[in-house]
């Protein structure tokens, strides 16, 4: 009997001990980046422009992106007219992007800032956050716009070869999913 309440004494002991292990914070390592909530990877993109699924809603709704459709002019057969303005509305997007970007990534080093000289309140988070938060709603309309003016620019057969080109499904199956339910009856 004492031998099997020892076993059960150290199975719990056991079992308490690999319960007690808190495990690592999912952000473990971040705390060395020079901006805490941003990866290399993120502040690259904002800094270069990338549309970092900021305009998904109008590219899965058959609204296609400025740089997809120069990648894809020969298969879409565009004529000169529309590469040249593609490339304009890509170009006017790019310089936005990068433009807000650029002020995105200062404001979040800002932020990151108040927190290292332990100068964070309630005043100064309300308008570094709120900054931020223009700024990124800033960028995404950016986007978004572009895409508005490539769906204007292009017909409707060049729109839906887009759609195939880039692998995205029928968006009348999606519609009718959307109104009737999951399995579209």
Do not use: C, W
């Amino acid at each position: 009997m004492k031998r099997l309440a020892r076993s059960l004494t150290l199975v719990v002991v056991i079992v308490a001990a690999a319960l007690a292990q808190t495990p690592p914070s999912p952000y473990s390592g971040q705390e060395k980046r020079e901006i805490k909530a941003l990866s290399t990877g993120e502040v690259e993109a904002y800094l270069n422009g990338r549309g970092m699924g900021f305009a998904k809603a109008a590219e899965l709704n058959s609204y296609p992106g400025p740089m997809h459709v120069l990648e894809l002019s020969g298969e879409l057969e565009l004529t000169e007219e529309q590469k040249a303005e593609t490339q304009k509305i890509f170009e006017q997007m790019k310089s936005e992007a990068v433009r807000l970007g650029q002020s995105i990534v200062e404001k979040e080093a800002e932020l990151d800032r108040l927190f290292v000289r332990n100068e964070a309140n309630g005043g100064s988070l309300q308008t570094v956050v709120g900054e931020i938060s223009g700024l990124q709603g800033a960028l995404r309309m950016t986007h978004l716009r572009a895409h508005i003016e490539m769906k204007r620019l292009l017909s409707s057969e060049q729109v839906k070869k887009y759609d195939e080109l880039r692998g995205y499904g029928s968006h009348e199956e999606g519609s009718q999913k959307l109104h009737h339910g999951h399995d579209g009856h």
